[in-house]
């Protein structure tokens, strides 16, 4: 599903481009956000002129590009989207996993990788995956055990990149 915020009338979206994030599994998204001297003439306005949320559900696309009507920023948008895709397909794109998010900002041609891959428990070591007797454990042994699972990821690269580039609480 993609939502879109189409600009202006004025075409007042000139200003700082941010093209952002891969996130989950079919998360794009693009906007335009207008500059600060237009925002302060028109308080009510949303930060962003032209805006484009993808996600693989409708509602998380809306999400997305609500919070851009609100003038949240693209990491903002993204926090939503990931949010409710939890929701909606928690079997794929869920608060409990990993993802990575890539952020661009155009004024200063600045690119920053946010690496939100599950991560082994502190306390994990290597015979973690040998049974009692010191044999190794298989493949699927080691998965239906629950020995494997990861401590989930996405949260906190959430909030570390929103820290750094979100606008809304």
Known sequence: MIAALQPDRTGAHA??????????????????????????RTPARPAAS?????????????????VLRAGGSAVDA????????????PQSTS???????????????RTTVYNGRE???STATPQL????????LGKLAAIMSGRSTGAPGVVPMLARAHADHGRRP
């Not at 481009?17 to 794009?28: H, I, N, T």
């Not at 993204?78 to 397909?89: H, N, S, T």
């Not at 995956?129 to 190794?136: A, H, I, L, Q, V």
């Open 78 to 89: 993204a926090v939503a989207v990931q949010a409710v895709l939890g929701l909606e397909e």
């Open 95 to 109: 608060l409990t996993g990993g993802a990575f998010l890539v952020y661009h900002d155009a004024k200063t041609h």
């Open 119 to 121: 991560k082994a428990p």
């Open 50 to 66: 032209r805006a484009l949320v993808v996600a693989a559900e409708p509602d998380a696309a809306e999400a997305g590009l609500k």
């Open 129 to 136: 995956f040998f049974d009692e007797t010191g044999k190794e």
């Open 15 to 40: 200003g700082r481009l941010v093209l952002p994030l891969s996130l989950g599994l079919a998360l794009g998204l693009f906007t335009a956000v207008t500059a600060p001297s237009a925002m302060a």
